[in-house]
């Protein structure tokens, strides 16, 4: 059987007829590998993680650095801010009131402004804790 299939024609097109673009390989592409060794120093499900980063970098530096402000509340002349101190403990302030010797000194709707020992930082409303304002800090010392 195998002899007369080789003697009797096929009827498959010749390959080697003219007008027949030749065959080309696709090019061999390799995904991209991740980072392994950066995956394993910061585990996603390590017992000492918390979100949002770490708050003892800007701590250190003796700003606001665990501080976010939730929200504010106005009505008349009063106004009341509600921050979220390091650690998650919630504090409603006015404006004169102290949150570790950060007195705030003023209320808007967008942003806080806290001054100690001369030196002045604004927190936004909404941004994550640690996020520096546009000129946040300026020492009047």
């Known amino acids: 059987m195998i002899g007369l299939q080789l003697a009797l024609p ?9 007008g027949l673009a030749p065959r080309r390989a696709k090019p061999i592409s390799l995904p991209a590998l991740p980072d392994y060794p950066a995956v394993l120093a910061a585990p996603l499900f390590a017992p000492d993680r918390q ?21 504010v509340a106005t009505g008349g002349s009063a106004a009341t801010a509600v921050v979220s101190a390091p650690g998650g403990k919630i ?6 009131d102290s949150v570790d010797d950060w007195k705030l000194v ?5 942003r806080l402004a806290f001054e100690r020992k001369g030196v002045r930082q604004d927190l936004v409303i909404g941004a994550a804790a640690g996020e520096p304002a546009s000129g946040d800090e300026a020492a009047d010392k």
Do not use: K, N
């Open 10 to 18: 096929s009827d498959a097109p010749d390959r080697t007829v003219a």
């Open 51 to 71: 979100p949002g980063g770490s708050g003892d970098q800007a701590a250190g530096e003796g700003g606001m650095g665990g501080y976010a402000a939730l929200g």
């Open 91 to 96: 504090v409603t302030l006015r404006p004169g």
């Open 106 to 110: 003023s209320v808007s709707p967008t």
